[in-house]
């Protein structure tokens, strides 16, 4: 009884083993079934996320190269220019712009310090020659320092309106007139360090009047002077002051006004910022931007501007010089151009 007890059980535990192993085997293809489809739904959502992740990457790579591109252009193919090359040739292409431009001069009408001082601060923002048709007016009425430390602000700011942003360059210059008269006895400084500490006076302003006003050798790094300096790769640095010092470091101090004036001269009448007239540029073999601009000569000759596109300069009482050299002076406020 007891051995047939025992064979009955084991027959059982078999049955039991079988049906499981059955079930298990019934089940198995249909998990394997779904975790296929599973994967296979998920499958394409992954592949659409892994290419959106890359479509993003390369997007994002594409926007910093184009960033970068904007602040450094990258140095043409071939052997780097090496620091002496490049001195070598800035120097050069500033004689070359000697030869174009002998009577470069600042292009802003000036008798006196004061006068070019309160004038340039009046440029920011507006042309010379927008400058120029304003002053006569200015000084007229307000001859000194002590008259327009005193002046009547809104009187001024009626006067300086066609500058543009008259309201800041009224007081700007109201109040550099009181600190030259509080400070300086109404008299401009002949020192950098002095000159900055007057309202509305930067560097740029400061080595206008030094190197025009007091023959003080000092770079002006205006709009065009940045732009044609890494146009030309003489520096790929971005701020004012960096500029300088780089390009300072290029030529001996006593070329640095005369410089100033042939390269700001350049980029307002050749080497224009959206389309420059490279085809009729005089420093076009030195350029390593050339061809960006028109190449065609006929073309670019139609592309220049001022007394080299026939037209008249930015100043109402220009140097002799510039008059003999072909030059012709600007138009008063409201008297119509011809331009």
Same mark, same amino acid.
């Given at each position: 009884? &007891? /051995?047939? #007890? $025992?064979? *009955?059980? @084991?027959?059982? =535990?078999?049955?039991? %083993? +079988?049906?499981?192993?059955?079930?298990? !085997?019934?089940?198995?293809?249909?998990? &394997? /079934?779904? #975790? $296929?489809? *599973?994967? @296979?739904?998920? =499958?394409?959502?992954? %592949? +659409?996320?892994?290419?959106?992740?890359? !479509?993003?990457?390369?997007?994002?790579? &594409? /926007?910093? #190269? $184009?960033? *970068?591109? @904007?602040?450094? =252009?990258?140095?043409?193919?071939?052997?780097?220019?090496?620091?002496? !090359?490049?001195?070598?040739?800035?120097?050069?292409?500033?004689?070359?712009?000697?030869?174009?431009?002998?009577?470069?001069?600042?292009?802003?009408?000036?008798?006196?310090?004061?006068?070019?001082?309160?004038?340039?601060?009046?440029?920011?923002?507006?042309?010379?020659?927008?400058?120029?048709?304003?002053?006569?007016?200015?000084?007229?009425?307000?001859?000194?320092?002590?008259?327009?430390?005193?002046?009547?602000?809104?009187?001024?700011?009626?006067?300086?309106?066609?500058?543009?942003?008259?309201?800041?360059?009224?007081?700007?210059?109201?109040?550099?007139?009181?600190?030259?008269?509080?400070?300086?006895?109404?008299?401009?400084?002949?020192?950098?360090?002095?000159?900055?500490?007057?309202?509305?006076?930067?560097?740029?302003?400061?080595?206008?009047?030094?190197?025009?006003?007091?023959?003080?050798?000092?770079?002006?790094?205006?709009?065009?002077?940045?732009?044609?300096?890494?146009?030309?790769?003489?520096?790929?640095?971005?701020?004012?002051?960096?500029?300088?010092?780089?390009?300072?470091?290029?030529?001996?101090?006593?070329?640095?006004?005369?410089?100033?004036?042939?390269?700001?001269?350049?980029?307002?009448?050749?080497?224009?910022?959206?389309?420059?007239?490279?085809?009729?540029?005089?420093?076009?073999?030195?350029?390593?931007?050339?061809?960006?601009?028109?190449?065609?000569?006929?073309?670019?000759?139609?592309?220049?501007?001022?007394?080299?596109?026939?037209?008249?300069?930015?100043?109402?009482?220009?140097?002799?010089?510039?008059?003999?050299?072909?030059?012709?002076?600007?138009?008063?406020?409201?008297?119509?151009?011809?331009?």
């Amino acid at each position: 009884m &007891k /051995k047939a #007890a $025992v064979k *009955k059980a @084991a027959a059982q =535990k078999t049955a039991v %083993k +079988k049906t499981a192993v059955k079930k298990t !085997a019934a089940q198995k293809p249909a998990v &394997k /079934k779904t #975790a $296929v489809k *599973k994967t @296979a739904a998920q =499958k394409p959502a992954v %592949k +659409k996320a892994a290419v959106e992740k890359t !479509a993003a990457k390369k997007t994002a790579a &594409k /926007k910093a #190269a $184009v960033e *970068k591109a @904007a602040v450094e =252009k990258p140095q043409p193919a071939g052997k780097p220019e090496s620091p002496a !090359a490049l001195v070598r040739r800035a120097r050069r292409i500033n004689r070359e712009l000697a030869e174009v431009y002998p009577y470069a001069h600042p292009e802003l009408d000036f008798e006196n310090p004061f006068q070019l001082l309160v004038a340039t601060v009046l440029s920011a923002q507006t042309t010379d020659l927008r400058v120029n048709q304003t002053t006569p007016t200015l000084f007229a009425k307000y001859p000194t320092p002590e008259d327009l430390a005193a002046a009547n602000p809104e009187e001024v700011e009626e006067i300086l309106r066609p500058c543009g942003f008259f309201r800041a360059k009224t007081k700007s210059v109201i109040g550099l007139s009181k600190g030259l008269v509080e400070q300086f006895g109404g008299e401009v400084p002949g020192r950098l360090e002095d000159l900055v500490k007057l309202p509305g006076v930067g560097r740029k302003t400061a080595f206008v009047v030094l190197g025009n006003a007091f023959g003080r050798p000092g770079i002006t790094v205006d709009t065009h002077f940045q732009r044609l300096v890494r146009r030309w790769r003489w520096t790929a640095e971005t701020e004012p002051d960096k500029i300088e010092a780089a390009v300072g470091a290029l030529f001996p101090k006593s070329d640095w006004t005369d410089l100033s004036h042939h390269v700001i001269w350049h980029g307002r009448r050749m080497c224009h910022a959206r389309k420059p007239a490279c085809g009729a540029c005089p420093i076009a073999p030195l350029c390593p931007a050339y061809g960006e601009g028109e190449t065609d000569p006929e073309k670019a000759r139609k592309l220049l501007k001022y007394e080299k596109g026939g037209f008249p300069g930015q100043r109402l009482k220009p140097p002799q010089a510039y008059l003999d050299a072909g030059g012709r002076p600007a138009p008063p406020l409201g008297a119509v151009s011809g331009t």
